[in-house]
């Protein structure tokens, strides 16, 4: 019984998490000509949740996390040129791939840590980066993949030019991919991974296998990062050799730090925040914004324990404590 009501505690939605889903839903209705922009936001925040529930969950570094994103979209895009353009087939496809993938690396992975760790993900990531520059027989190097024009949804929805088909398409794929991330981090095996992040060596003495919980959690990572790639490839209709770059990699650990660490709609926020600080501060300084985006993260990770959603909800809890005073 007292389990049963710490899991519902933990499962128990945020106030963050509604109010940024309904706003999601929101800006569509009230900013048609920005669709594509939520779509492009919506695939990004799955990425970083993604990534979230390795580094933020289970406690796994990684610099090479572009690598699942890459195999992604460079799956749906394949397929879709070989035929097959169903694109639903194409995000499983994505999945499978990257998840394969990730469930080989996590064998390594499960036996490293520190700075091992991180050479090991951001190595595997560039020798990746390399073999799609490579085979341009299959990857079309620095040139990419276009023409990456999948089918209708469902053989009823076809992807039109204001971006309506992909925004809805992608809106439900990512919030089942949402949900999906919210059952694992809020079950026992959430638990379990929160264990091994805060003691890795007390954990095998719960009975906690850390090898086997870590590789189950870079799997689904990986598989979620890949459906987030192929999402990509398929709303934009092209994929270029920059999804596999270390650039890519680099900003979702900014963007997941952004968010808030721990939280998976840090994730969603901290891309959101992320894309219109990349914007406004290249049109105010072209040449120094990266600048500008290095010093906000380090006064966020100073001062902003939590990143954006944990510095709201000190703010909401401050204002619920505040004194109401008489008139």
């Not at 309904?22 to 800006?27: G, I």
């Not at 990512?174 to 079950?187: E, F, I, K, P, W």
Request: glycine share 10%; proline share 3%.
């Amino acid at each position: 019984m007292i389990a049963r009501k710490v899991f519902a505690q933990r499962a128990r939605w945020r106030w963050t998490e509604i109010v940024f889903w309904v706003a999601v839903v929101l800006s569509i209705f009230l900013f048609p000509t920005h669709l594509v922009l939520i779509t492009q936001l919506l695939i990004v925040g799955l990425f970083a949740a993604s990534f979230d529930l390795l580094v933020g969950y289970t406690g796994i570094a990684s610099l090479g996390h572009a690598a699942f994103f890459g195999l992604g979209a460079y799956a749906a895009a394949i397929l879709i040129h070989a035929g097959w353009t169903e694109p639903i087939s194409g995000l499983v496809l994505g999945a499978v791939v990257a998840g394969i993938f990730g469930l080989i690396v996590s064998a390594l992975v499960a036996q490293l840590s520190g700075a091992a760790l991180l050479m090991i993900t951001l190595g595997l990531n560039l020798l990746l980066f390399e073999a799609a520059h490579t085979a341009k027989w299959l990857t079309g190097g620095d040139d990419g993949i276009a023409g990456v024009v999948p089918s209708p949804v469902l053989g009823l929805f076809a992807f039109d030019l204001y971006g309506r088909t992909a925004v809805v398409y992608t809106l439900v794929v990512v919030a089942l991919c949402y949900l999906l991330l919210r059952r694992v981090v809020h079950s026992p095996f959430g638990l379990q991974l929160e264990g091994i992040r805060e003691n890795a060596r007390r954990a095998p003495a719960l009975g906690i296998s850390i090898r086997a919980r870590t590789m189950v959690a870079f799997t689904v990572s990986a598989a979620l990062a890949g459906i987030a790639g192929a999402l990509l490839a398929q709303v934009t209709q092209t994929v270029a050799l920059s999804v596999l770059s270390f650039d890519r990699s680099a900003a979702v650990l900014i963007i997941v730090m952004l968010g808030g660490l721990g939280t998976l709609i840090g994730g969603f926020i901290g891309a959101a925040i992320y894309a219109i600080a990349q914007d406004r501060l290249s049109a105010l300084s072209p040449v120094y914004w990266n600048f500008w985006i290095g010093l906000m993260l380090v006064l966020f990770v100073l001062f902003a324990r939590g990143g954006i959603v944990g510095a709201l909800d000190r703010l909401v809890a401050a204002v619920r404590r505040r004194p109401v005073r008489d008139p």
